[in-house]
């Protein structure tokens, strides 16, 4: 089983930048793919970036590539998600998710471990 507890988020104004954390535990290990997902109010879960725990490729949406950056720090086991010039169409719950494999899929349902959620709102 492998626990993941997101941290930071809240209320922000458009333009400005914010940093989630995901921290990690139980059987995680670099054989596990991470990724960030968000949910708007009355829409579906959707991608947002991913990586893997062994390093390499970071993969991110069209919409947030170029203003978001996911990391990890295996010393911590934690994920991060820096968010920079957000926009209030950047709201939603983020959450975090792992999958076993080194494949970083995109969509919610190849991930099998969820974290509860942040929520993130951008207020113009």
């Not at 997902?37 to 893997?52: L, M, S, T, Y």
């Not at 990890?72 to 934690?78: E, L, W």
């Amino acid at each position: 089983q492998v626990q993941l507890v997101e941290s930071g988020g809240g209320l922000v104004q458009a333009g400005d930048s914010t940093l989630l954390s995901c921290a990690a535990s139980g059987r995680i290990s670099s054989n596990y793919a991470m990724g960030w997902f968000r949910q708007a109010p009355g829409k579906a879960r959707e991608f947002v970036a991913g990586i893997r725990w062994s390093g390499g490729s970071t993969y991110y949406a069209d919409s947030v590539k170029g203003r978001f950056t996911i990391s990890s720090d295996n010393a911590k086991n934690t994920v991060y998600l820096q968010m920079n010039s957000l926009k209030p169409e950047d709201t939603a719950v983020y959450y975090c998710a792992a999958r076993l494999g080194s494949y970083v899929g995109d969509r919610p349902g190849q991930y099998n471990y969820w974290g509860q959620g942040t929520r993130v709102t951008v207020s113009s």
